[in-house]
């Protein structure tokens, strides 16, 4: 994966945001007030994922633009189900309603703090091999070698932890 091309804050934001319009529109397709469990996996999982999008594309901003997506999203979210809504609207749908803004930045938020993790520890697991060149030979040794393996010569102690190759 090259994210390293897409690392602009402003398209990660934008394509976070424009998955979670898109999601919001297939969730609420059906009436908020016939909330059944699809939709309220649905609802977790727009958040989660467009959080997790805007981390991904984009690592060094990713708890910031999660959260910024999410609020972005659940307002979508609210405004399309508010003009949907029947005129009689019970007091928990608009309770609901209000909750959506907060929860969604939130989640967005974690998702992107997850994708941000991901992408950090997917880093670290592959370190460059260090390795202790010679002084007096150039052969190549083990980071944890004391003498060269090649001619005996003692080897230089690591700096930072780490020996580069010339
Ligand atoms: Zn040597």
Redesign the pocket.
């Given at each position: 994966m090259s994210y390293s091309k897409i690392q602009h804050r402003e398209l990660s934001i934008l394509v976070g945001i424009l998955v979670g319009v898109l999601l919001d529109v297939f969730a609420t397709s059906n009436s908020i007030t016939n909330f059944s469990l699809i939709d309220l996996i649905i609802f977790l999982a727009i958040p989660a994922m467009t959080g997790a999008l805007a981390g991904f594309a984009d690592p060094d901003h990713a708890i910031g633009n999660g959260i910024l997506v999410g609020i972005i999203a659940g307002l979508v979210y609210v405004v399309i189900d508010a003009i949907r809504l029947p005129a009689n609207v019970e007091t928990n749908t608009v309770l609901f309603l209000g909750l959506v803004v907060p929860i969604w930045g939130f989640i967005g938020g974690t998702g992107s703090t997850f994708a941000h993790r991901t992408l950090t520890s997917t880093e670290l697991r592959s370190p460059e091999p260090a390795v202790k060149i010679?002084v007096?030979?150039k052969?190549s040794n083990p980071p944890d070698a004391l003498f060269?393996k090649?001619?005996?010569?003692k080897l230089a102690q690591e700096l930072n932890g780490r020996v580069f190759a010339r």
């Amino acid at each position: 994966m090259s994210y390293s091309k897409i690392q602009h804050r402003e398209l990660s934001i934008l394509v976070g945001i424009l998955v979670g319009v898109l999601l919001d529109v297939f969730a609420t397709s059906n009436s908020i007030t016939n909330f059944s469990l699809i939709d309220l996996i649905i609802f977790l999982a727009i958040p989660a994922m467009t959080g997790a999008l805007a981390g991904f594309a984009d690592p060094d901003h990713a708890i910031g633009n999660g959260i910024l997506v999410g609020i972005i999203a659940g307002l979508v979210y609210v405004v399309i189900d508010a003009i949907r809504l029947p005129a009689n609207v019970e007091t928990n749908t608009v309770l609901f309603l209000g909750l959506v803004v907060p929860i969604w930045g939130f989640i967005g938020g974690t998702g992107s703090t997850f994708a941000h993790r991901t992408l950090t520890s997917t880093e670290l697991r592959s370190p460059e091999p260090a390795v202790k060149i010679c002084v007096n030979c150039k052969a190549s040794n083990p980071p944890d070698a004391l003498f060269c393996k090649n001619c005996g010569t003692k080897l230089a102690q690591e700096l930072n932890g780490r020996v580069f190759a010339r």
